[in-house]
T-cell receptor, first 118, second 114 residues
């Protein structure tokens, strides 16, 4: 079974600084996908960034980048130039195939709470 | 493009009752997944529907059941509610077949069982 581990329960970051959120995973699959989601206090899970196991380059989406180290089975999220609106829970998740070619489920880590200080 | 919507936003039930939660998929998506998120934890996969059939199920008892309709909207039904069913229920839609199958989530339904 797949497992996602986020070891940082909470972090403070100064506004305009960068922050790195750790994520390690365990899987025996050769092909897999890793996702990061943001969950504000409102509850909605907002998709941030995706990294495929065969992608040769680290994923980037605006201020979000993913430091993917396949051999170490880590997929850390870097948020650059933090803003007050970045205060939220952040979840790392892995895609697992459900049934043949159709359908995947997500296995989530426990999350990291980020608080951006002005 | 319309995002994923869920109703109701909040719900209070008593132990033993039954509840139905609803979800409308993002346009163009053909797969719906449901997750349960207990307070302070990551979401746990309940089940997924594709082409109106259950496509996979997590470690949840049969009193959790669902439906997917031809317009790809979905329902989650929970019978014989227990106190531990109190949680945020998240619906996510995706398009099966595009490789990534990124799941896009709705705002969730907060269920409190008393």
């Amino acid at each position: 079974a797949q497992k996602i581990t986020q070891t940082q329960p909470g972090m403070f970051v100064q506004e305009k600084e960068a922050v790195t959120l750790d994520c390690t995973y365990d899987t025996s699959d050769q092909s897999y996908g890793l996702f990061w989601y943001k969950q504000p206090s409102s509850g909605e899970m907002i998709f941030l960034i995706y990294q495929g196991s065969y992608d040769e380059q680290n994923a980037t989406e605006g201020r979000y980048s993913l430091n993917f180290q396949k051999a170490r089975k880590s997929a850390n999220l870097v948020i650059s130039a933090s803003q007050l609106g970045d205060s939220a829970m952040y979840f790392c998740a892995m895609r697992e195939v459900l049934n043949g070619a159709a359908g995947n489920k997500l296995t989530f880590g426990g999350g990291t709470r980020v608080l951006v200080k002005p | 493009e319309t995002g994923v919507t869920q109703s109701p936003t909040h719900l209070i039930k008593t132990r033993g009752q039954q509840v139905t939660l609803r979800c409308s998929s993002q346009s163009g998506h053909n797969t719906v997944s449901w997750y349960q998120q207990a307070l302070g934890q990551g979401p746990q996969f309940i089940f997924q529907y594709y082409r109106e059939e259950e496509n996979g199920r997590g470690n949840f008892p049969p009193r959790f059941s669902g439906l997917q309709f031809p317009n790809y909207s979905s329902e989650l039904n929970v019978n014989a509610l227990e106190l531990d069913d109190s949680a945020l229920y998240l619906c996510a839609s995706s398009y099966a077949g595009d490789g990534r199958e990124t799941q896009y989530f709705g705002p969730g339904t907060r269920l409190l069982v008393l």
